[in-house]
């Protein structure tokens, strides 16, 4: 395997995220075990300002395009396609992100090379990547041989440390055109923030999320009573936004928000990647569910095997007896 | 207006899983299959467009166990045609799956073209690829993922739809017919339908099956072993009554200085 290794540096109104400075610190790794360059692909319009924080990389290559200005990746994974068969990386690493899903959806097809799903990690062993994903929810760990070809590689939020990827070095930047076949296809026309006047979880020192295991809408007043008692608010995992028993801005994870509470008390929250990567800073988690081999208990502090409305109607009990 | 639902079946995580002897697989003994979750918000995603305007909704899902339940409560729903395609290797993967479909669509009558193809954004067991985005960039159509509100513009020949970016805000987008959506959720639950509507419509004998056309063929990853993740740190068991319990937290709470 001659080719370099890419990361494709995420940007989304305005700054670059969290996302690419870990995979910087992932592509630095792989890079220096292959002997190749790390070069940071930057696509947008008017970015250029961007690159100067993506020193980790050996080199970005940034393509300036109008058509690139929105975050899709109906256009950006053309582009990007183009760039990789002119130039032949090895290892393409795209982030597992909402800003980024379309880019890597739609690129492997694009590129016709084979994706490498849920990457937590990779190392090189005699020149060979050896990629350790997860799957099934976070319930099975593969690993997967990296073969001879090129392949896109979507990596979980997680898999370094951002500040890892960070560097105060000055990358070469190159500038490449591309021309654009075709129109856009889709076109943004508007970003719809979360309704205001809701409570914003992001800034809560004490969280209670309930997930499926809550099992119905009424048993949310339960975990209200707790939030009440613990001077918090109420959040939730993705089934409980489907079933609109909460709103999206209280939904924890992707799509919704990372937080950082002093206390996260998971109910009935099985602990799925895109629910984990948005909580798993919190400086106390409890987490209570009925499966005793839960994904949640493993970056849990606290676990308790048990139904989750039980559990939170008797610690909202514990907690009131105890404030008196 | 036409619109094409695919749907697919995933293992059930509910259920403990465990790996098979070559200790590369999952042991199917004792697996259990249900719907990808995100595939059934894409047929109410579908169902509803169809309850607002005049559209027709197929339903096409690869052979898997329990595929024909899945494909009944979908005509029972609502659905107007059901189509299992026989003969994709579940072992295949997605990605090889994904150009099995596409070759199939394209051949099969009365199917494509279509307005819209609505699938779910995302499965658990999607290794080598996501089905979605495969499927529409060998149909060449315009892709959005992560989608949860569609609002079609029948006379235009577009939809506006909403994608969820981070922190609760969403992307509003239009998009022209033909067009491939990934969908992520819906404005309100899958509906439910009553067991003897789907008795129904097995007895209707409604699903239709063919055989899939030859994809293009494409190498699956090569996974070299699964295991149960190694967990880096495991959560402190707290056993006794869920009131020794609450009472043993509300301790550790008072002593982190949170009560």
């Known amino acids: 395997m001659t080719g370099n290794v890419w990361i494709t540096a995420e940007h989304w109104r305005g700054s670059i995220s969290d996302a690419t400075y870990e995979l910087l610190a992932l592509g630095r790794d792989l890079a220096d075990s292959l002997g190749v360059r790390l070069e940071a692909v930057l696509l947008g319009h008017g970015v250029q300002g961007s690159a100067a924080s993506l020193g980790k990389a050996d080199a970005v290559l940034y393509v300036d395009h109008p058509a690139l200005a929105d975050a899709t990746g109906e256009q950006a994974s053309r582009v990007l396609a183009a760039l990789a068969a002119q130039r032949a990386p090895a290892l393409i690493l795209v982030p597992i992100t909402n800003v980024s899903w379309d880019l890597l959806g739609l690129l492997p097809g694009r590129l016709d090379v084979p994706l490498v799903n849920f990457c937590r990690d990779a190392t090189v062993a005699g020149g060979v990547v050896q990629f350790q994903s997860i799957l099934y929810g976070g319930k099975m760990a593969v690993s997967v041989a990296g073969g001879s070809g090129p392949v896109v590689v979507a990596v979980l939020p997680g898999a370094r440390s951002p500040e890892a990827g960070r560097s105060d070095a000055a990358p070469a930047v190159e500038e490449v055109a591309v021309e654009l076949a075709e129109g856009p296809r889709l076109r943004l026309l508007e970003y719809e923030e979360p309704e205001a006047g809701d409570v914003d979880i992001t800034q809560q020192d004490v969280l209670i999320a309930v997930g499926r295991g809550i099992e119905n809408e009424a048993n949310l007043e339960v975990a209200e009573d707790l939030a009440a008692a613990l001077g918090g608010a109420v959040c939730g995992s993705r089934p409980v936004i489907d079933q609109g028993w909460l709103p999206l801005a209280r939904q924890v994870g992707k799509s919704g928000a990372t937080v950082k509470p002093r206390l996260y008390v998971a109910a009935g929250v099985s602990g799925a990647p895109e629910h984990v990567e948005g909580m798993k800073g919190s400086e106390l988690i409890i987490a209570v569910n009925t499966d005793p081999g839960a994904p949640i208990f493993s970056v849990s502090h606290y676990g308790i095997v048990d139904n989750a409305t039980d559990f939170l109607e008797a610690l909202a009990e514990a907690v009131k007896q105890r404030k008196g | ?259």
């Open chain 2, 1 to 259: 207006m036409k619109i094409l639902v695919l749907m697919k079946m995933v293992p059930d995580i509910v259920e403990e899983l465990e790996v098979a002897a070559d200790g590369k697989s999952l042991d199917r003994e004792y697996l259990r299959f249900i719907v990808n979750e995100r595939d059934d918000y894409a047929l109410e995603q579908a169902l509803l467009l169809k309850d607002r305007l005049q559209a027709t909704v197929t339903v096409v899902a690869p052979e898997a166990p329990e595929i024909d339940d899945v494909l009944h409560t979908a005509l029972a729903k609502g659905a107007d045609r059901a189509i299992r395609v026989s003969g994709i290797a579940e072992a295949a993967g997605t990605r090889a799956t994904a150009a099995a479909l596409a070759a199939t669509l394209s051949g099969l009558d009365g199917v494509l073209p279509v307005d819209l193809i609505l699938s779910g954004c995302q499965a658990i067991d999607d290794l080598d690829g996501f089905l979605a985005p495969l499927i529409a960039e060998a149909l060449d159509l315009p892709y959005l993922g992560l989608v949860s509100r569609i609002s079609v513009d029948p006379g235009a020949g577009t939809a506006v739809v909403s994608k969820e970016y981070s922190g609760g805000v969403m992307g509003r987008f239009e998009i022209a017919f033909p067009a491939f959506l990934g969908v992520q959720g819906c404005e309100k639950p899958p509906r439910y339908v009553p067991v003897a509507k789907v008795r129904a419509a097995i007895a209707a004998g409604g699903v239709e099956v063919v055989a899939a056309a030859s994809g293009t063929a494409v190498n699956p990853l090569e996974v070299t072993s699964m295991a149960k993740p190694e967990e880096t740190g495991h959560a402190e068991m707290l056993e006794g009554s869920v009131r020794d319990v609450a009472e043993k937290v509300a301790e550790v709470l008072a002593a982190r200085g949170l009560l």
